[in-house]
């Protein structure tokens, strides 16, 4: 940051600036404020201020590289978070560029587009602006945050390459969140899901979920080679998501799961693996039936369509909550089959930790949310036992009978 000061000459206050040679040597310069001394001192001191942001300026457009800046001082905003997004191919997984892409190819274009604003020109009540609108059109504080995120980080690599002197986005207030609330089935609840999952043809993907609590693109990523038969267990190192890329909607198909906690091997129940086998011999048949209709490209794979067609993680989800609309069940999403699990195991007296392996969490923080909720339950129904009933007993003899209920 330039520093300077004021100085008196002739009557008149000057600014001198302390600017400096390529060798490191002080090379003050005076510069006429153009106020007298006598009445004018506040002027001249903002005069002074305004000396040395211009100079600042001018020193840092100086040490750009000229064919970079002139490049790119003409170009629009939404233009270059579309350059900057071309060039994150290959630089992240595709799911997360396909989260860049539906962000930035959609309303962000199309806003910045028609306001005609240049990158260098960018401020940060024009960023606000548009963040207000979203507000306006009735998406969540985590979806603008999904907006602010990719901003912020094209600005980052604008400021890097030295074409704009400081990202915009940073100086904007925090965006809040409404946390998600997670819903969960009962024991009860689950078996009864079970039982009605049989009739539908969501029922392996359903069942497999809701008995290891896996994600949804680990269900449908499970192949024959991750289930040991013998050894009865079942691995899980592949998903399977969908997404747009580049306009065309396709699976996206991944050798490794969410985190290494991720990667996981679970014993394969004997219940599970009767249904598995139940399964093979499915395919065989409507294999027969389809004949040389049958797709054969995902025979790999446990969870298929009757034509030999992948499942589709949209397809299950919407099935799922259909199942649910015409047999009367409490709603949740195909993801609370996860948290049921988890919910489950902890109230079954499961270590936390333990039930963070088999969820696959690289955050044990994310598994304690189900005991924080179970435990905290179960002092609640302890004291207002103690209470309600007016037990006669000693201390002691309470404090054993809240230890036992937690």
Request: net charge positive.
């Amino acid at each position: 940051m330039i520093t300077g000061s004021l100085q008196k000459k002739k009557g008149l206050y000057y600014a001198v600036l302390n600017l400096y040679d390529d060798y490191g040597k002080r090379k003050p310069k005076w510069i006429p404020t153009g106020y007298t001394i006598k009445g004018n001192k506040k002027k001249a001191e903002e005069k002074l201020e305004q000396f040395k942001i211009e100079y600042e300026q001018k020193s840092k457009i100086q040490l750009r590289d000229p064919n970079i800046y002139d490049k790119y001082k003409n170009i629009l905003f939404c233009d270059y978070m579309l350059e900057w997004l071309e060039k994150q191919k290959g630089k992240v997984e595709q799911t997360t560029y396909i989260g860049y892409e539906q962000v930035i190819k959609g309303r962000l274009y199309k806003y910045f587009k028609a306001k005609k604003i240049k990158l260098v020109d960018l401020k940060p009540k024009h960023i606000q602006d548009f963040f207000d609108l979203l507000f306006a059109e009735g998406l969540s504080g985590n979806t603008v945050k999904h907006y602010r995120a990719n901003i912020s980080k094209a600005l980052k690599s604008a400021v890097i390459t030295e074409i704009i002197d400081s990202n915009p986005a940073t100086k904007l207030e925090s965006i809040k969140t409404k946390e998600y609330t997670a819903d969960y089935y009962t024991q009860d609840e689950l078996l009864n899901l079970m039982e009605i999952i049989k009739t539908t043809p969501i029922e392996l993907p359903v069942v497999i979920a809701g008995v290891y609590g896996l994600r949804r693109e680990e269900v449908i990523g499970i192949k024959w080679n991750a289930i040991d038969f013998k050894a009865k267990t079942l691995t899980i190192r592949h998903t399977v998501g969908r997404g747009k890329i580049d306009g065309v909607t396709q699976f996206i198909f991944k050798d490794r799961a969410k985190s290494d906690s991720g990667y996981r091997t679970l014993p394969l129940f004997d219940f599970i693996a009767d249904l598995l086998n139940s399964y093979k011999d499915k395919y065989e048949e409507y294999k027969k039936f389809y004949g040389n209709t049958y797709c054969n490209d995902y025979k790999d794979y446990i969870c298929l369509m009757e034509n030999g067609e992948l499942m589709k993680p949209g397809y299950v989800t919407q099935t799922f909550s259909k199942v649910l609309d015409s047999n009367n069940l409490r709603h949740i999403r195909l993801h609370d089959l996860r948290h049921s699990c988890g919910t489950l195991l902890i109230q079954n007296g499961v270590p936390v930790k333990d039930i963070q392996i088999w969820l696959g969490h690289s955050n044990f923080q994310t598994t304690l949310r189900y005991a924080h909720a179970d435990i905290e339950n179960k002092r609640i129904s302890a004291s207002v036992i103690s209470d309600k009933l007016a037990l006669d007993v000693k201390e002691t003899k309470k404090e054993q009978i809240t230890e036992l209920a937690i």
